[in-house]
């Protein structure tokens, strides 16, 4: 996991637990995470990697889909979603989804075109 989170360039909260992960390199390189976190490990993953809650917008959630499998964010009743664009580098699209019980699914989708 630490070999992707440096390729992403994203610091991963250390309570957290893989759901599913995919990787396709070619022309295109693609990377996608889904991870599953407690609310605490949520508020330092948006600290570590200096992101602001506020410009989550679930408006942005279609820069996730399509569903494959595990990677389902159609399912997630809110998917605050964020992306960053890097100027000639990577595309990073980031969505989180709120659950009972204080649980955080996160949805990292990093690429390059």
Known sequence: MSDLA????????????VVGTR???????LVQLKLETDSLGFQKFL???RLDRTAFE????????????????SKAASLPTIQLRRP???????????????VVDLYIM???T
């Open 6 to 17: 440096k390729k992403i360039g994203l610091i991963l909260p250390e309570s957290v637990r």
């Open 58 to 73: 679930d408006a942005q959630r279609a820069l996730l889909l399509p569903d494959a499998g595990w990677w389902d964010p």
């Open 88 to 102: 000639k580098g990577p595309t990073l699209n980031i969505g989180y989804a709120p659950k009972p019980g204080g």
């Open 110 to 112: 990093w690429f390059t």
């Open 47 to 49: 600290a570590a990697n």
């Open 23 to 29: 990787e396709e390199a070619g022309i295109d390189e």
